[in-house]
């Protein structure tokens, strides 16, 4: 029987989105983002600016506030969206995870903190392999719940070895402390008698990045029907828009709902919510703006002060799914037709932040960027450049997906490129807040033209700064463009809207879903 007075809860977490197309993960990857073992997870949760996502010390917290409760640490991995993980640093941690949970039996209660996109080198569903491990070590009647990221990619056995599945439910992800809070009040539920029913619909739609935000949209309607839905009977409604890039076999969006103890309303309510998404089909394919029209809108705004600023986001190079951070297909195009007072961050160039570094603040000389970047799109340009800030990279986010953590951007500078001040930074992460522009001394809000590598989540880091109708999004290559045409899949399943034409697609017969 679960220990009432004080349960003994397991924390263990893996999240990283994974790029087919880009490089590998690594264990230093890993080591230099977040890598907890045993009590240094709680100890972090409870910090005033962990480095871990906000989702554990969400639990953590509301675990705190309901009652007694004994946290277990066993491991937790998180990074940065990369390629797929060295399958033998995926195996080293399950070995890990299972070791040090085996170590901590009897517990009484799991609380697993994934993303759900991730990939190893040689398998397709890690989170689905780490869950079920789980649950072979704690046995059929423990609890197990579970976040994931909207963009997760949901698989059968993921949904069948946990108890409760919580995907976010904002993008930008604005509520990750939230879900983590709700995961906490379902442990305490099952941990009073609750035993949880699930349901799961995949649809066959891929949908790229750019058509899942949550403000508006096919996918936010999709997400506002199933909290619309919500009941005494419903614990928990999940609409996942997956990530097309993993080019996995679970890749599409999906429904979870979780019912307190009637599967039957789980499946009803899981197929209204998919027959939405299926009837807004059409509305999944991306609309983005050229790069010669972006050039002709930062042009206009450098030349008549009352048209409104614009932030440009490079969707297609953004480190928030993958993308290396360094491309220079707005820098030049900007440079060059002689686009004044714009900001550009954050551009991933270790060598490039060193050099600068060694130069000092007032320096000129020839920027070589991407001097010996191999990747794919990553194109070497140079140009003139002066020094006019240089920091450590050490800060705490202040909006959106990074606020209040802990962040080590490595050495960075701000170079000035003709009427482009470029941030260059030696540690990848995607521009979504402020301050990384604020920690060089530069103010966005006297800024007239920003451009961003980030998808998405600079909406909730730059909303101060700029309305929606004062985005735009530019069509470039790029490891994570919206236009999935581009490339070459060869596990995502097919048919699949937008790729293919003809597609298909009846809701299971009667109250049916998989599970």
Not at 333 to 349: N, R, S
Not at 389 to 412: F, H, K, N, S, W
């Amino acid at each position: 029987m679960p220990n009432q007075s004080s349960p003994r809860v397991a924390l263990l977490g893996f999240s990283i989105e994974c790029n087919k197309f880009a490089p590998p993960a690594t264990k230093a990857h890993f080591l230099a983002r977040a890598y907890l073992e045993g009590d240094a997870i709680v100890e972090e949760a409870r910090s005033a600016t962990p480095c871990m996502l906000p989702e554990t010390p969400g639990f953590v917290a509301a675990m705190d506030a309901s009652g007694a409760w004994t946290p277990i640490g066993i491991a937790l991995a998180m990074t940065e969206p990369n390629g797929p993980v060295e399958h033998a640093f995926f195996v080293e941690l399950l070995a890990t995870i299972e070791r040090r949970l085996r170590a901590a039996l009897p517990v009484d209660a799991v609380y697993i903190c994934s993303h759900g996109a991730a990939l190893t080198t040689e398998e397709d569903d890690p989170d689905g392999v780490l869950f079920a491990k789980v649950r072979e070590i704690v046995g059929p009647d423990v609890p197990i719940a579970a976040t994931l990221d909207l963009h997760a990619n949901v698989s059968e056995r993921m949904v069948g070895s946990v108890d409760v599945f919580i995907g976010y439910r904002t993008n930008p992800h604005l509520d990750m402390r939230e879900r983590g809070a709700e995961a906490a009040g379902a442990i305490r539920e099952m941990l009073g008698g609750v035993k949880p029913q699930r349901a799961l619909i995949r649809l066959p739609i891929v949908p790229p990045t750019v058509t899942l935000l949550t403000a508006a949209g096919p996918y936010a309607e999709m997400i506002e029907l199933g909290q619309r839905r919500m009941s005494p009977e419903i614990l928990n409604v999940s609409a996942m828009g997956g990530f097309a890039f993993a080019d996995a076999p679970e890749c599409g969006l999906s429904v979870v709902v979780t019912a307190r103890r009637d599967k039957r309303a789980a499946e009803r309510l899981a197929r209204e919510i998919a027959e939405l998404g299926w009837a807004n089909r059409a509305r999944f394919y991306p609309r983005l703006t050229s790069l010669d029209e972006a050039v002709e809108k930062a042009l206009a705004v450098g030349r008549d002060p009352t048209l409104p600023a614009l932030v440009f986001a490079d969707v297609a190079d953004n480190p928030g799914g993958g993308g290396r951070g360094n491309t220079v297909f707005l820098l030049r195009a900007f440079h060059e037709a002689g686009v004044e007072g714009a900001l550009l961050g954050v551009f991933y160039d270790p060598e490039l932040a060193a050099e600068a570094h060694r130069q000092g603040i007032g320096a000129r000389f020839d920027a070589r960027f991407n001097r010996s970047e191999t990747t794919n799109f990553s194109e070497p340009y140079a140009a003139p450049a002066t020094v006019v800030a240089l920091t450590d990279g050490r800060c705490v986010g202040r909006r959106g997906i990074y606020a209040g953590l802990r962040l080590e951007l490595g050495p960075c500078a701000a170079l000035k490129v003709g009427g482009v001040t470029v941030v260059v930074i030696s540690h990848r992460v995607q521009c979504a807040d402020p301050v990384f522009f604020e920690m060089m001394g530069l103010d966005i809000g006297r800024g007239r033209l920003v451009v961003v590598k980030s998808r998405g989540h600079f909406r909730g880091g730059f909303d101060e700064f700029f309305g929606p109708e004062q985005i735009v999004e530019v069509d470039l290559p790029g490891l994570t463009s919206p236009m999935l045409n581009r490339f070459t899949w060869s596990r995502l399943p097919r048919p699949v809207i937008p790729l293919d034409e003809g597609v298909d697609w009846r809701p299971p017969p009667g109250d049916t879903a998989n599970a």
